[in-house]
């Protein structure tokens, strides 16, 4: 028997709450121009950021939670996407931007969304995954193709930049950055990478966590892919020069991401949306 969080759950509870939030913070950084106190650099980042999660993120937060409660199957593995999406995109606000007004907001969906995800963690046993799934051998290929790409070239870009530093002492740099390494690369080594390649290496196996982990990989990715090529303008805007430098690169892994995702969606059981 399929299992959907009801209202009554604190998993929804902690989700709206979560929501609000998330609107709090996108909305103040997007109309509020002196919150932030960093360099031209980052508030251009901060900038793309918050016009991604306010127009497609939270949109589609709400819809997942909306649509979850009709028994939708892709809804409810879209709404642990973006708890994902939303503890992996706050964490740069809470640990990379400059004190502001909005601190204990960052605090607040940190809080939030670790908590929604270790709930889903303690009830990962409930959640039938076996049969939400169709057996699609091209959804496995395509998405297993996708995910080690995409891990594989972080792990190269962040380690390569980072034996440069040891080898020849260079500063290590992100694609259109001249700052913000340390915080980046820290937080893909440690969060999205394992995700990716463990997700890759399980859905290939046809195991239950490797369509949860590569779902939930897959569509948080697509979203903050845009977040990264929505950056490009705003960066050339605070003059910085290497700007555009990254979209090749992010163009392609969203298109791949993008692709993922619609697998998903057409092989995904039980669409009531």
Same mark, same amino acid.
């Given at each position: ?120 963690? +303690?009830?990962?046993?409930? #959640?039938?995954?076996? /049969? ?6 091209? $959804?496995? =290929?395509?998405? @297993? !193709? ?61 195991? +239950?966590?490797?369509?949860? #982990?590569?779902?939930? /990989? ?6 903050? $892919?845009? =977040?990264?090529? @929505? !950056? ?42």
């Amino acid at each position: 028997m399929e299992t959907f969080i009801k209202k009554t759950e604190p998993l929804f509870a902690f989700s709206s709450v979560l929501a609000i939030f998330m609107f709090i913070q996108s909305a103040g950084g997007m109309f509020f121009p002196n919150l932030y106190h960093d360099s031209n650099e980052i508030i251009a980042s901060w900038r793309g950021n918050d016009l991604v999660t306010l127009f497609a993120a939270i949109p589609m937060f709400i819809f997942a939670l909306i649509y979850s409660q009709r028994e939708s199957v892709f809804a409810k593995y879209v709404w642990f996407s973006m708890l994902f999406y939303a503890f992996y995109n706050n964490c740069y606000y809470l640990f990379g931007a400059s004190i502001n007004y909005f601190f204990f907001v960052y605090i607040a969906i940190f809080i939030l969304s670790l908590i929604s995800l270790l709930i889903i963690t +303690a009830n990962y046993h409930a #959640l039938t995954i076996e /049969s939400n799934f169709t057996k699609s051998k091209t $959804l496995r =290929v395509f998405v @297993v !193709f996708t995910l080690l790409i995409f891990g594989s070239i972080m792990t190269v870009m962040w380690v390569s930049e980072w034996l440069k530093f040891v080898i020849y002492g260079s500063k290590p740099v992100i694609p259109g950055m001249n700052e913000g390494y340390s915080l980046v690369a820290a937080m893909d080594l440690t969060t999205q990478i394992p995700v990716m390649f463990i997700g890759a290496v399980l859905l290939w196996r046809r195991k +239950a966590l490797g369509y949860l #982990l590569s779902f939930v /990989s897959t569509i948080s990715n697509t979203v903050y $892919l845009l =977040v990264l090529i @929505v !950056f490009c303008p705003f960066a050339e805007k605070a003059g910085i020069v290497k700007a555009w430098d990254g979209l090749p690169l992010f163009s392609t892994l969203f298109v791949l991401c993008l692709g993922s995702s619609i697998l998903f969606f057409k092989n995904t059981k039980k669409l009531i949306i």
